[in-house]
């Protein structure tokens, strides 16, 4: 077995992406008791939040798992533009009956700022702690590794792989421009070169004194096994694991994932402020209309999407959903995530023996 598995606890090269709202921790315990690592998204939840969470993950299992934290540099308010988003949203409110908020807020705090998180973290002592959108000042992670956890960064280019690096964490999660969800990239502003699970797993496996963990559009064991073969330690799973009924996905989302749908995702900002892969629907359309300039801030933007999504679904449309999803959304099956673990397992060990 790799040694840096060894690190980690686990018996299989998996991990289930932390998926912030739709892992849970009964399906972080499931991977982790079926020799992968599970992970609990926690960057949507405070402090005394993310302590229930661990709390919930152990009461299942004593295996090892991650915890993910958001490492987003904290909004700036802007009130003009923020009035000009509600009132473009409007009409689609009305669809639905309903009116946009008053006002948005930034609904999650970044852990670059949380002092009352670090401490839970700090307290709880989780094996694992994984950092997604950049990484927090030096003296937050000595203090993590202080406490004997491991961590890791996600990265979505050899710059921000070599910062990671740098910083002293202890592997590296490259994300490839295939993944669903929030794209990790560290300034969401610059520049993205938009490099595929491949060329970046290949890449930071060259180039970099680190262990590598693929990420991106990876559904089977056939794409775990290429992903070793790259060079990667693990792979990293997140849409897999969406349609196993430990989920929080809801309905709307599943028959998305499990339907036509799936055959196309988009990169959008408009759901969240942040550029995000997702099944398009109904609010990632709105992005063909020229809005991008015009959306909020992360997670500010998200305030709205949310209320739109929650106004939607309460009539039996889920278009207006975060349905994140990667390129290899097609792919996805419905079973138990333990069983999805073990069933990986097995494909990614005759992958391998027969190259």
Same mark, same amino acid.
């Not at 063909?288 to 009539?315: C, N």
């Given at each position: 077995?790799? *040694?840096?598995?060894?690190?980690?606890?686990?018996?299989?090269?998996?991990?289930?992406?932390?998926?912030?709202?739709?892992?849970?921790?009964?399906?972080?315990?499931?991977?982790?008791?079926?020799?992968?690592?599970?992970?609990?998204?926690?960057?949507?939840?405070?402090?005394?939040?993310?302590?229930?969470?661990?709390?919930?993950?152990?009461?299942?299992?004593?295996?090892?798992?991650?915890?993910?934290?958001?490492?987003?540099?904290?909004?700036?308010?802007?009130?003009?533009?923020?009035?000009?988003?509600?009132?473009?949203?409007?009409?689609?409110?009305?669809?639905?009956?309903?009116?946009?908020?008053?006002?948005?807020?930034?609904?999650?705090?970044?852990?670059?700022?949380?002092?009352?998180?670090?401490?839970?973290?700090?307290?709880?002592?989780?094996?694992?702690?994984?950092?997604?959108?950049?990484?927090?000042?030096?003296?937050?992670?000595?203090?993590?590794? +202080?406490?004997?956890?491991?961590?890791?960064?996600?990265?979505?280019?050899?710059?921000?792989?070599?910062?990671?690096?740098?910083?002293?964490?202890?592997?590296?999660?490259?994300?490839?421009?295939?993944?669903?969800?929030?794209?990790?990239?560290?300034?969401?502003?610059?520049?993205?070169? !938009?490099?595929?699970?491949?060329?970046? *797993?290949?890449?930071?496996?060259?180039?970099?004194?680190?262990?590598?963990?693929?990420?991106?559009?990876?559904?089977?064991?056939?794409?775990?096994?290429?992903?070793?073969?790259?060079?990667?330690?693990?792979?990293?799973?997140?849409?897999?694991?969406?349609? !196993?009924?430990?989920?929080?996905?809801?309905?709307?989302?599943?028959?998305?994932?499990?339907?036509?749908?799936?055959?196309?995702?988009?990169?959008?900002?408009?759901?969240?402020?942040?550029?995000?892969?997702?099944?398009?629907?109904?609010? +990632?359309?709105?992005?063909?209309?020229?809005?991008?300039?015009?959306?909020?801030?992360?997670?500010?933007?998200?305030?709205?999407?949310?209320?739109?999504?929650?106004?939607?679904?309460?009539?039996?449309?889920?278009?207006?959903?975060?349905?994140?999803?990667?390129?290899?959304?097609?792919?996805?099956?419905?079973?138990?995530?333990?069983?999805?673990?073990?069933?990986?397992?097995?494909?990614?060990?005759?992958?391998?023996?027969? !190259?």
């Amino acid at each position: 077995m790799d *040694t840096f598995l060894q690190r980690l606890g686990i018996e299989r090269p998996i991990i289930q992406a932390p998926m912030a709202g739709v892992s849970t921790p009964e399906m972080a315990a499931a991977v982790s008791n079926a020799g992968g690592l599970g992970s609990i998204g926690v960057g949507a939840v405070d402090a005394e939040g993310t302590r229930r969470m661990i709390a919930a993950v152990r009461s299942k299992t004593d295996r090892p798992f991650n915890v993910n934290v958001f490492c987003h540099r904290p909004a700036v308010a802007n009130a003009a533009r923020e009035a000009a988003w509600l009132a473009r949203l409007g009409p689609e409110f009305a669809r639905y009956g309903a009116k946009p908020p008053a006002r948005l807020t930034e609904i999650y705090e970044s852990f670059l700022n949380d002092d009352a998180r670090l401490a839970v973290l700090l307290e709880e002592r989780p094996a694992i702690v994984s950092l997604h959108f950049g990484l927090p000042p030096r003296e937050r992670i000595d203090a993590l590794r +202080t406490a004997g956890i491991i961590l890791l960064a996600s990265a979505t280019s050899l710059a921000e792989g070599r910062a990671v690096a740098a910083a002293g964490v202890d592997a590296v999660v490259a994300q490839g421009y295939e993944a669903g969800g929030h794209r990790g990239v560290f300034d969401p502003d610059a520049a993205d070169d !938009c490099l595929g699970t491949v060329a970046l *797993t290949r890449l930071l496996a060259t180039r970099l004194d680190l262990p590598v963990i693929a990420a991106g559009g990876i559904m089977d064991g056939a794409g775990i096994a290429a992903s070793l073969m790259l060079g990667a330690v693990a792979a990293q799973l997140g849409t897999a694991f969406v349609a !196993c009924p430990e989920s929080s996905a809801d309905a709307g989302y599943r028959a998305a994932l499990l339907g036509p749908p799936a055959e196309r995702t988009v990169m959008t900002r408009v759901i969240s402020g942040r550029p995000a892969r997702c099944l398009a629907n109904r609010f +990632t359309a709105l992005e063909q209309e020229g809005v991008r300039d015009a959306v909020p801030e992360y997670p500010i933007a998200y305030d709205a999407g949310k209320a739109l999504h929650a106004a939607a679904k309460a009539t039996g449309e889920f278009g207006y959903g975060a349905q994140w999803a990667g390129q290899g959304a097609p792919l996805a099956r419905v079973m138990p995530a333990g069983e999805l673990v073990r069933q990986l397992g097995s494909e990614t060990e005759r992958a391998l023996a027969s !190259c």
